[in-house]
């Protein structure tokens, strides 16, 4: 059973840095894509970020140039760094995966605030 499993989030002041990374059980094949949800109370879940293998690489508009999503140095990790963040950018954020079939993980509070 494939498994997505996202750490690294918490609160922080505005302008402040937080990474958020994901890390894939139970595929043994590389997932085409892999990327980052978040959902904002009352809001509708939104894309922020997606990688996909090979290189190409899309951010929401709202985050470019301050947010930067890697692959990580195994077949199945993500990660998020987070930098100059907003209040608005508070929200439960989502790792997802694609390969055939789409995944998600459980979901990872990141709070700004001062």
């Known amino acids: 059973q494939v498994q997505l499993v996202e750490s690294g989030g918490g609160s922080v002041q505005p302008g402040g840095s937080l990474t958020l990374s994901c890390e894939a059980s139970?595929?043994?094949?590389?997932?085409?894509?892999m990327g980052w949800y978040r959902q904002a109370p009352g809001k509708q879940r939104e894309m922020v970020a997606h990688?996909?293998?090979?290189?190409?690489?899309t951010y929401a508009d709202s985050v470019k140039g301050r947010f930067h999503i890697s692959r990580g140095n195994t077949q199945n990790t993500v990660v998020l760094q987070m930098n100059s963040l907003k209040p608005e950018d508070t929200a439960v954020y989502y790792c997802?995966?694609?390969?055939?079939?789409?995944?998600w993980g459980q979901g990872t509070q990141v709070i700004v605030s001062s």
């Open positions: 997802y995966g694609l390969f055939g079939s789409e995944y």
């Open positions: 139970g595929n043994p094949f590389k997932f085409y894509l």
């Open positions: 990688h996909i293998s090979g290189g190409a690489i």
